[in-house]
């Protein structure tokens, strides 16, 4: 195993594809066979440059799903050899700053991430600190539990933050991989899920899964108990202020979101409308959104890609061409 294939990108928005030196484990870190790797919009991110670059070249990925093949210490908790781990996008944090100390490691200001920071999944091989990983049962399929490492971690943390009552009102704005897994979360906990979305297969998946409507931008929408944007375009997180009901809560969920307009007071943030964003993820909600997740039968629509199409992955992603969330199968 001295080398793997994988691709990397410097932030100036190419990737490619070659081999690479395998990653050898650290301290408390773990070597991990790659059986699947979602797709994020945060990897468009790194590799178009949206994001500061951190690491360059480096290898992106943080959906990562695969078998633990050896650890460097032998002593210590965490997974054993054998054992089916995920990788999310939180690698990292200090464990002692305000933030840690507070159960809020997700605001760590010495955080860092898979596929940003340090290589990520887009590759056969990956090393992750064990005490950051989570352990996959068997009886989830590898390109099931990718989504659920990003797309869904971060859309349970944005609905947390949406406020949403019981039996509320929610407006999804954008319908990818964090939404739709988002949206069956809320429904099966009572909600009525109104989404907005530029894609006609992505409004007939919305439908499918059991939104009381899907429409296009623009459309007129009842007032709404809760919103989360999930669209990274500042006029998108306005429309969604002024789709608010009275008390409402709009909660953004991008890592990187285009500017915001201008907003009108009296349109967009007065009767104690509230406005809100969601950085990264505590290890806590993903625990939290594992159990739900197996408890509630949520369900990923997953369009899989060979591991040399994580270039086209990312295109389709870009052009809205993916239903549901896009995953790369290693084992095609």
């Known amino acids: 195993m001295a080398t793997m294939r994988g691709w990397r990108t410097t932030g100036d928005g190419r990737l490619s594809i070659g081999e690479l030196a395998v990653p050898e484990p650290a301290s408390g870190e773990v070597l991990i066979g790659v059986e699947a790797c979602g797709v994020c919009r945060t990897d468009l991110h790194v590799v178009d440059g949206d994001l500061p670059v951190r690491r360059s070249p480096v290898v992106p990925g943080h959906e990562i799903v695969g ?12 997974p054993s050899v ?14 002692r700053c305000r933030w840690c100390r507070t159960g809020a490691e997700n605001l760590c200001e010495r955080s860092r991430y898979t596929g940003w920071d340090v290589d990520g999944g887009y590759a056969e091989y990956a090393v992750a600190p064990a005490a950051y990983t989570y352990r996959i049962p068997d009886s989830l399929e590898p390109l099931q539990a990718a989504p659920l490492l990003c797309a869904g971690i971060i859309g349970y943390r944005a609905l947390r933050r949406a406020a949403l009552p019981p039996g509320g009102r929610l407006g999804l704005y954008g319908f990818g991989a964090s939404a739709h897994l988002t949206a069956q979360i809320a429904i099966r906990q009572g909600a009525e899920v109104h989404v907005v979305t530029r894609g006609e297969s992505a409004r007939r998946l ?14 007129t929408l009842p ?6 944007v999930f669209a990274p375009a500042g006029e998108v997180v306005r429309d969604a202020l002024a789709d608010l009901g009275a008390a409402g809560t709009c909660a953004v969920a991008g890592i990187h979101v285009s500017d915001i307009p201008p907003l009108d007071y009296q349109r967009h ?46 295109a389709d992603l870009a052009e809205d061409r993916v239903r549901g969330v896009a995953v790369l199968d290693m084992t095609r």
Request: glycine content about 10%; some cysteine.
């Open 67 to 78: 078998r633990v093949l050896a650890r460097f210490d032998h002593d210590i908790d965490g």
């Open 82 to 95: 054998g054992t089916r781990v995920g990788v999310p996008w939180l690698r990292s944090t200090c464990g």
């Open 206 to 219: 919305a439908l499918d899964l059991g939104a009381a409507s899907a429409v296009e931008p623009g459309r």
């Open 223 to 228: 007032p709404l108990d809760s919103a989360i």
């Open 269 to 314: 943030l007065f009767r104690e409308r509230t406005l809100t964003s969601v950085t990264s993820n505590t290890r806590a909600d993903g625990v939290e959104l594992f159990r739900l997740a197996g408890r509630l039968g949520i369900h990923a629509e997953v369009t899989p890609y060979a591991m040399s199409e994580a270039d086209r992955a990312l």
